[in-house]
T-cell receptor, first 111, second 115 residues
Framework: QKEVEQNSGPLSVPEGAIASLNCTYS??????FFWYRQYSGKSPELIMS????GDKEDGRFTAQLNKASQYVSLLIRDSQPSDSATYLC???????????FGTGTRLLVSP | GAVVSQHPSRVICKSGTSVKIECRSL??????MFWYRQFPKQSLMLMAT?????????EQGVEKDKFLINHASLTLSTLTVTSAHPEDSSFYIC???????????FGSGTRLTVV
């Protein structure tokens, strides 16, 4: 079982729709959860971080965490073609410990 | 926000030579930096954790004598790929975290091509 699992996609949504990206993790000791966006040929950029159960909203993005189910998701409202990228889920055990990445979900937003 | 500067962005080297990649934290002190490698259409794979003033911690399967990591100051970590071979061609990215309430910030990456 992989430590962090994501559906590789591609996930295709029309412009203006809600994109829902999902991630599961295996280590119950995980404490910090991150969503990164990576454009082709570029390094990842942080979209959201979440540390406690529930929802966290930032603009068009909402991260959801359910530690009991070991599940974290990212919702992108009003999706734009510029949101087309690979979204990486990452977790760590807290503090300055290493991040473990999922394989990423490729999102395609069509005009 | 916190910035990690990585150089060079692209490098082409001949097989058998060594290449050094630098990663600097510009507006914060990074006691710990992480080095990742990413092959095309794959996710980031952690190679090693670099700790200021001490030896790096390498992930399983990463040759420490081939990938030399030096973290001599709180703002600079370097990765040297020694005796590079074509299979070392990849995208190398460094990362650091400024505090536990913040995410990890990444350098812009180095595209290494070994010919």
């Amino acid at each position: 079982q992989k430590e962090v699992e994501q559906n590789s996609g591609p996930l295709s949504v029309p412009e203006g729709a809600i994109a829902s990206l999902n991630c599961t993790y295996s280590d119950r000791g995980s404490q910090s959860f991150f969503w990164y966006r990576q454009y082709s040929g570029k390094s990842p950029e942080l979209i959201m971080s979440i540390y406690s159960n529930g929802d966290k909203e930032d603009g068009r993005f909402t991260a959801q965490l359910n530690k009991a189910s070991q599940y974290v998701s990212l919702l992108i409202r009003d999706s734009q073609p510029s949101d087309s990228a690979t979204y990486l889920c990452a977790v760590n055990k807290g503090g300055f410990q290493k991040l473990v990445f999922g394989t990423g979900t490729r999102l395609l937003v069509s005009p | 926000g916190a910035v990690v500067s990585q150089h060079p962005s692209r490098v082409i080297c001949k097989s058998g030579t060594s290449v050094k990649i630098e990663c600097r934290s510009l507006d914060f002190q990074a006691t710990t930096m992480f080095w990742y490698r990413q092959f095309p259409k794959q996710s980031l794979m952690l190679m090693a954790t670099s700790n200021e003033g001490s030896k790096a911690t390498y992930e399983q399967g990463v040759e420490k004598d081939k990938f030399l990591i030096n973290h001599a100051s709180l703002t600079l970590s370097t990765l040297t790929v020694t005796s590079a071979h074509p299979e070392d061609s990849s995208f190398y990215i460094c990362s650091a975290r400024i505090g536990t309430n913040y995410g990890y910030t990444f350098g812009s990456g180095t595209r290494l091509t070994v010919v």
